[in-house]
């Protein structure tokens, strides 16, 4: 009942940015939180970022703290996911995580996007 929709994904060089957007649609009452998880070939799934929609708070695992940064457009119901100083390790499947409720499903409810490949080389 929600569709989560990455965009920004693509080809960027070691020390470059880039910027991830995923944008929520469909009939939304409420989100809590939104975050981010990458996933390399042959590697598990790995978390990113988080941010919490009632007060903003993020939180960042140690391998992109100081390099990445989580933000959200309460408006468009869209978060970011600024990356800076990219690394050929930060080359993976991105996605979307969302908790949030809907008008057909009042309880708090897990959404994934479909994910963008990043791709970091020179």
């Known amino acids: 009942q929600i569709q989560l929709v990455e965009s920004g994904g693509g080809l960027g060089q070691p020390g470059g940015s880039l910027r991830l957007s995923c944008a929520a649609s469909g009939r939304i009452v409420n989100i809590y939180t939104m975050k981010w998880f990458r996933q390399a070939p042959g590697k598990e799934r790995e978390f990113v970022a988080t941010?919490?929609?009632?007060?903003?708070?993020?939180y960042y695992p140690d391998s992109v703290k100081s390099r990445f940064t989580i933000s959200r457009d309460d408006a468009k119901n869209t978060v970011y996911l600024q990356m800076n100083s990219l690394r050929p390790e930060d080359t993976a499947v991105y996605y979307c995580?969302?908790?949030?409720?809907?008008?057909?499903?009042?309880?708090?409810?897990?959404?994934w996007g479909q994910g963008t490949q990043v791709t970091v080389s020179s």
């Open positions: 995580y969302a908790e949030a409720s809907t008008a057909a499903n009042m309880y708090r409810a897990q959404y």
């Open positions: 941010i919490t929609w009632s007060d903003s708070s993020t």
